[in-house]
């Protein structure tokens, strides 16, 4: 298990930009693929973003692909999501997320199994 916790959410006009960042505590951060999900009212979670234990790869939901921009910094222990040109579908509750095994790529939010306590973004018109 991994213990995350978001920081960064709140309320943005529609085609502004927001940072999310999300802080780990385990030596062992590097060695997980870290992943952005995100939950709206009444919806299931959604997969956005995933990057590699290394940061050199990076993977996109098709909803937010050439918008959003996932990376890490394992010095630190932090992974940041940029979103950008947001839209009032992007509305959400924002988690970061690690699988269960490290060096696991997965898209599927039943993969993983530490999550942090998310952060609310809100996109008003």
């Known amino acids: 298990q991994v213990h995350l916790v978001e920081s960064g959410g709140g309320l943005v006009q529609a085609g502004g930009s927001l940072n999310l960042s999300c802080a780990a505590s385990?030596?062992?951060?590097?060695?997980?693929?870290m992943a952005w999900f995100r939950q709206a009212p009444g919806k299931e979670r959604e997969f956005v973003a995933g990057?590699?234990?290394?940061?050199?790869?990076?993977y996109y939901g098709d909803s937010v692909k050439d918008r959003f921009t996932i990376s890490r910094d394992n010095a630190v222990k932090m992974v940041y999501l940029q979103m950008s040109r947001l839209k009032l579908e992007d509305t959400a509750v924002y988690y970061c997320a690690a699988p269960e095994r490290t060096h696991f790529y997965s898209d599927n939010s039943t993969e993983f199994t530490s999550w942090g306590q998310g952060t609310q973004v809100t996109v008003s018109s």
């Open positions: 385990e030596d062992t951060f590097s060695t997980y693929v």
């Open positions: 990057v590699s234990w290394s940061g050199i790869m990076t």
